[in-house]
Nanobody
């Protein structure tokens, strides 16, 4: 199982980025795909999750509500995290992760089984 996270970069505050999490060699049906981030000096925190059970997305950080959108391209086995109105506080390494035991989301990192390598997002003020 391989997950490839990409799409990070340097952007000015107010800008947008779209992160991708691509599954290599398998379909995402039956799983949940979470997005987490780790800012410098802080612990990893959950950001959002996409459930293949009902196609719903959950957002765990109040600060990203209305700014971040998680979606899936089923044909490409890819989940996206569209980030808009970015703030310096969004600066972090973003990880995607796969929860295989069920297609339902969780905000707890220990419930995820496989992790992508992370992609750096830097938002300048």
């Amino acid at each position: 199982v391989q997950l490839q996270a990409s799409g990070g970069g340097l952007v000015q505050a107010g800008g947008s980025l779209r992160l991708s999490c691509a599954a290599s060699g398998f379909a995402l049906d039956g799983y949940a795909i979470g997005w987490f981030r780790r800012a410098p000096g802080k612990e990893r925190e959950p950001v959002s999750c996409y459930s293949t059970g009902d196609g719903s997305a959950e957002y765990y950080e109040d600060s990203v509500q209305g700014r971040f959108t998680t979606s899936r391209d089923g044909a490409k086995s890819t989940v996206y995290l569209q980030m808009s109105s970015l703030k310096p506080g969004d600066t972090a390494v973003y990880y995607c992760a796969l929860k295989v035991i069920s297609p339902w989301c969780s905000k707890y990192h220990f419930e995820y089984d496989y992790w992508g390598q992370g992609t750096q997002v830097t938002v300048s003020s």
